[in-house]
């Protein structure tokens, strides 16, 4: 049974979205999608209820475990928060008792709460609010909450679980495994909900769905822990059509958000394996008068020797993992090609620890041609049966 909250939000936000379109010239030419003033309902299922109503007791946060990059910031109180831009963060924790709150402040992106497994609870653009969950059984609970939109350079705050005094909290399991995927629109799953083609800002925003994606859906399979650092829109040396020349995805990714602040460090995120998939924004397009490539030639041959660069350093950070370079056979061929000069240089070098999988076929149903749901699926079990085979994870 599905029941309509409580409450309505109505939230203004303002976010652009560049895409990594690459086939129908009637979608090319818009690259930014502003999300205008939304109007908001919050579904909840299987009898789930939140209620803006707080409960008086005293609460204290209980302890999670969380992935995907986060800033953790101490608080006045000594309780911590965590801050993030790349999408598919997570956080999980486990208790015995019958209440548990959340605290949000993020008015920018979409949630999904899993309780004990039971079917889940959607949560659009929250805001600055504590939820309480309402029909809480006591006895033991297990929570996760998974962000499933790209906010891209818009931030979020996640500031923890909060139960009880009397509260116990119950200690969650290591993952032995963790796999890490580094993309661009197709890793993010933009788009990849519609029923449609052709999306406008607010069904794009609404059918992405990073957690219903390829690297979710693989890491999940293994029981891995999983970080997906992707962004719509960019490429190795090339961004889609040309756009914000300044940055790409290589620039991004050495940084925990996208403020090219603070630099990302974790000595405990040490991936087994790590799956990029880039150049679909580098090649997509014709080269613009403007920009610093002169001839197709220039940028391949600009692209390779960037890309060569950026899988040394991964391989260097983390020595142990086995890297995995994703390509499709889109755009007449051009990316296969780059993408295997790009590995023959690195297997030339010495890397051992290193495969291709060239996908292809795929409907590209999503929003503006992009991989669907489906697409996602068949993504997911041709890597889960590479992973097998080459038996790279237990």
Same mark, same amino acid.
């Given at each position: ?65 969380? $992935? ?8 006045? =109180? ?19 008792? =019958? ?27 929250? *805001? ?10 006591? *006895? ?73 994606? &390829? *690297? ?6 293994? =029981? ?59 090649? $997509? ?42 390509? $499709? ?29 060239? &996908?292809?076929?795929? *409907?590209? $149903? ?21 992973? =097998? ?6």
């Amino acid at each position: 049974m599905i029941f309509t909250a409580i409450m309505t939000i109505t939230c203004a936000a303002k976010g652009y979205i560049p895409t990594d379109r690459q086939v129908k010239p009637s979608v090319q030419d818009s690259r930014r999608f502003p999300v205008s003033r939304l109007t908001i309902n919050v579904f909840l299922f299987c009898g789930w209820v939140f209620s803006c109503t707080l409960n008086a007791a005293e609460l204290k946060q209980l302890p999670l475990h969380s $992935s995907g990059r986060t800033l953790a910031i101490v608080q006045a =109180n000594g309780d911590t928060a965590y801050r993030y831009a790349w999408p598919s963060v997570y956080f999980e924790t486990a208790f015995e008792g =019958n209440q548990l709150e959340l605290k949000f402040d993020d008015d920018k992106s979409n949630y999904r709460l899993i309780v004990d497994n039971q079917a889940p609870l959607l949560i659009e653009k929250p *805001g600055l609010r504590t939820y309480p969950v309402a029909g809480l059984k006591p *006895g033991k609970h297990r929570v996760r909450l998974e962000k499933i939109s790209e906010t891209q350079d818009q931030t979020g705050q996640f500031s923890g679980f909060y139960a009880p005094l009397d509260a116990k909290p119950i200690a969650l399991k290591p993952r032995p495994t963790q796999i890490e995927f580094i993309g661009d629109s197709y890793t993010v799953g933009y788009g990849n909900r519609s029923a449609s083609r052709e999306c406008n800002p607010l069904e794009l925003f609404n059918n992405t769905d990073t957690q219903l994606a &390829f *690297g979710p859906q693989v890491a999940k399979h293994f =029981n891995a822990d999983y970080q997906i650092n992707a962004y719509s829109g960019q490429g190795v040396v090339r961004n889609y059509n040309g756009v914000l020349p300044e940055t790409n995805l290589i620039k991004r990714y050495t940084f925990t958000l996208h403020d090219y602040d603070a630099k990302y460090t974790d000595k405990t995120w040490q991936p087994q394996v790590i799956v990029v998939g880039l150049g679909t924004n580098d090649f $997509s397009t014709p080269l613009q008068p403007n920009e610093r490539w002169q001839t197709r030639a220039t940028l391949q041959s600009d692209f390779i020797a960037s890309y060569v660069a950026f899988v040394k350093s991964l391989h260097a950070n983390n020595p142990r993992a086995h890297l995995i370079l994703m390509t $499709s056979d889109q755009m007449q061929g051009e990316l296969v090609r780059q993408v295997n000069q790009v590995a023959s240089q690195l297997r030339a070098a010495g890397m051992v620890k290193l495969d291709i999988i060239e &996908f292809k076929n795929l *409907g590209y $149903s999503g929003c503006h041609w992009h991989p669907s749901l489906k697409d996602d699926r068949t993504l997911s079990k041709l890597l889960i049966k590479h992973l =097998n085979a080459r038996k790279l994870l237990k």
